[in-house]
């Protein structure tokens, strides 16, 4: 072989079009090239009158070691002969073979069609069900054939692109992997692309239990659209196929699983087996239940009994308007603010009503307990402390705005902000005002002293941070509101935008670690416990998020927004929706433990102590649930 | 560096004792060890250790920026593919977070873990582009703020070193995803024999996802950056045993890699080792 044949100088380039090998097979085109091969259509001209197209598949044998060149060509040359053996009509056959130089060529027939990885790719959908299945049933019989052969022959690389759809819509292996042969050995740190190959493979095993694996694996990429190979090996569980496409049946997904098992014993017994399974699935296959006892450990879809409504509650208490805001447990009492103006007072085991106090304007924070003082912020632009035992004013503060943000106690202060655009502190005893901050949008987040400062969240989009003299230290600005209101851990700051992201950053510096996007407004505040940072947002979803990593660890759908801000307790989280549900999930899970139905939407949070949690909802009442 | 120089002269000024200076500092203390071991003819490793303080009203003193690349790939390859990704990395760092650490805006507000994600981004693509055929392990970490901002591809390792030895990477290799599906045990992936398999390397395919995390700097711990030339070859217990016997991180830095090659060097060899001090 000379370069003058070649497109390129150089001796890894494919063969110029025109170019005539053993006087007999001419180059058409080039079909496709594989790192050290080419394959590619050229015509028979051994019959001149009629066009015969044959496939050349073109393997360069890199070696610069005659000794390991000549044993690579002997191989070659023992594979092609056995190939030439074959029978069966899924085969290509195989027309002739030959050396030249460092180049071993094979010639087979041409197969007319398209590999199924282009077919996957040329769609925009899911491939229909029943016809994977029917692709996968006719290759179980052509991989069956082909283990049953004398000698036997492993297929070893069975993936979608080497495998066709001929124009009369049949299946045809087209790639023997003749090619490994001149594959060089490969030391020190590499990379494993493989993809579709099972473990044992790994450690250079191959038997007819390993093309099961890999028809498992092409199987799976073509009914879930997602590539193995730029997945992490063996990650199927965490892929589930029907979590991804719908239309699969139970059964066929548990056949794929099964087919992917870690363990070769754990898998189909041969093809035959496999086969007869996804022959059910075909077109006017028979529905037939299949061994799901048998299915691979980890897919189990047990559904933990009766979630729903198995929660009764320990006491109701009926309010006069919506409850927005958060109920806080205290001293033998439970307070919560309502918009009926009122600050109600109730004895936790019963519900029972103690005292109640009456501001002007509605209340819609979480109160704050200074001493035997409570704190809460009114829509009548007013703080206002009570006292606990009386229930009777002990001071208020005037801002100049609705008040919507919940009191903060550090130092001997209250902070709080308003719609007054200001963060305000104020001396918890006597209700002096200490001094001021103005800022650039109403403050309606809840400040969050921690050290010597203050972090707070504004409508303008900033979040600050203030020293304890009201001096700014930071500011940050997201495109949106901040509603949310701030948690700190591990010295990160966690605040949801109206821009629908979530926020982590710096908490020394304010800027920016990570933001993690969502599909709607994040309002709701987050919450953080083992690691986790929990929130809810507008698309109607809670996310559990990992908090140094920023990769989301799941996340559960409820049938509303989710403007509430969750409660993390116990390795339990609670939050509510505008569905009106009260959730009960798994910290680490984000499973679903039960849900509680109320008559209106939950915007408010939930506080809970060992025997029970409480919260309002927009039905006018708040619930004391047991957990 | 100058504000090194500053600061050790005045403290070496005999005339004023150094009981009267308070010293509080933040200041970096790294070591590096780099050798090519005692079997391989080339070293394919890369490393960079980039420190910077500063004293006045500054959002933040001091910001340091550590990375070690292990290269692959056929004849130079590997050696320059590590050069390659890890300069292109620190350079994209260094040109949005250091002109933000002195004072100036950032041009977009950019967070860290997308700085630190468009500049692996950016490597990907040099050695895909320059170097085809290529690839490279990265492992940097970005520290400010008592923060230390990690990135990695591949299984070159951080690790806390102080009272215990913590790994803080998670190696995107094979022999891992076994263990983390509970194949194989740790201690049969000690002797697996394709401890070598990465399943993804900087420079191999558009759009590699690389890992992210912040975790708060361990106080009174060392920091600890190295390629498998050092962890593949010493155990947790080996590193940490000679980590506390060096005060000095470069003098711990050197005895690591010495180690390593009286245990037969089988590869390159790379460690760095940060130290904060005067942090409060």
Known sequence: MTNSLRQHTGGTASLVVGTTLENRYMVIRVIGSGGMSWVYQARDMRFPSVTRLVAVKEMLNPSKDAAIRATAVQSFEREANLLATLNHPAIPRIYDYFTIGERSFLCMEFVNGKDLEAILTESSDFLPVTKVAHWGADLCSVIHYLHNHQPPVIFRDIKPSNIMSDEHENIRLVDFGIAKLFEPDRKGTMIGTEGYSPPEQYRGEAGPLSDVYALGATLHHLLSRRDPRIEPPFSWHDRPLRGINPAVPEGLDQAVMKALAYEPTQRFPDMKTFGAVLAQFEEGGRPVVIQSAEASPGISAVVPSGPENAIKPKWVFACEDEIRGTPVITKGMILAGAYDNNLYALKPSSGEFIWKYAAEGGLTGRPAIVEDMIVVGSEDKRVHAVSLTTGKVVWTYFTEGPVRSSPALAEGHVFIGSDDSKLHAINALYGRGAWKTEVDGPVRSTPLPSGDRIYFGCESGDVYAVDLRGDLKWKFHAKRPVTSSPCEANGLLYFGSVDNLLYATDIKSGWAVWRFRTNHAIISSPAIAQGIIVFGSADGRIYGVDANSSKEKWHFETEGQVTGNPLIFQGLVFCGSVDKNLYCLELLTGKLRWKFETGGPITGGITANEDMIVFGSTDHKLYALPW | ?280
């Open chain 2, 1 to 280: 560096m100058a504000p090194i120089t500053r600061i050790r002269s005045r403290r070496s000024t005999k005339s004023a004792p150094p009981a009267e200076l308070p010293n509080d500092i933040p200041m970096f203390r790294s070591g590096i060890a780099y050798d090519v071991g005692r079997v391989r003819q080339s070293n394919e490793d890369c490393l960079i250790a980039i420190t910077s303080l500063q004293q006045g009203d500054a959002v933040s003193p001091y910001y340091g920026l550590f990375v070690v690349a292990d290269g692959m790939g056929g004849h130079d390859l590997g050696e320059k593919a590590s050069l390659l990704a890890a300069q292109t990395f620190a350079r994209e760092v260094v040109a949005k977070f250091g002109t933000q650490f002195l004072g100036g805006v950032a041009e977009n507000s950019e967070s860290i873990q997308e700085v630190l994600e468009s500049a692996m981004s950016l490597a990907n693509q040099a050695v895909m582009l320059n170097l085809p055929g290529s690839g490279t392990t990265l492992t940097a970490a970005l520290i400010f703020s008592k923060q230390v901002f990690l990135t990695h591809i591949g299984d070159s390792r951080a690790y806390f070193v102080g009272k215990e030895i913590r790994q803080i990477t998670h190696d995107h290799s094979l022999v891992q995803r076994l263990v983390d599906q509970g194949h194989i045990s740790t201690e049969e992936a000690g002797r697996f024999a394709q401890r070598n398999v990465l399943l993804k390397a900087v420079g191999q395919v558009e759009g590699i996802e690389t890992d992210f995390l912040t975790v708060p700097w361990e106080h009174g711990s060392r920091l600890l950056l190295c390629s498998d030339g050092l962890w593949g070859v010493l155990s947790d217990s080996e590193i940490l045993r000679i980590s506390k016997n060096y005060p000095s991180p470069q003098d711990a830095a050197v005895a690591l890699a010495r180690q390593a090659n009286t245990m037969g060097g089988p590869d390159n060899i790379s460690v760095v080792i940060v130290e904060m001090t005067g942090e409060k």
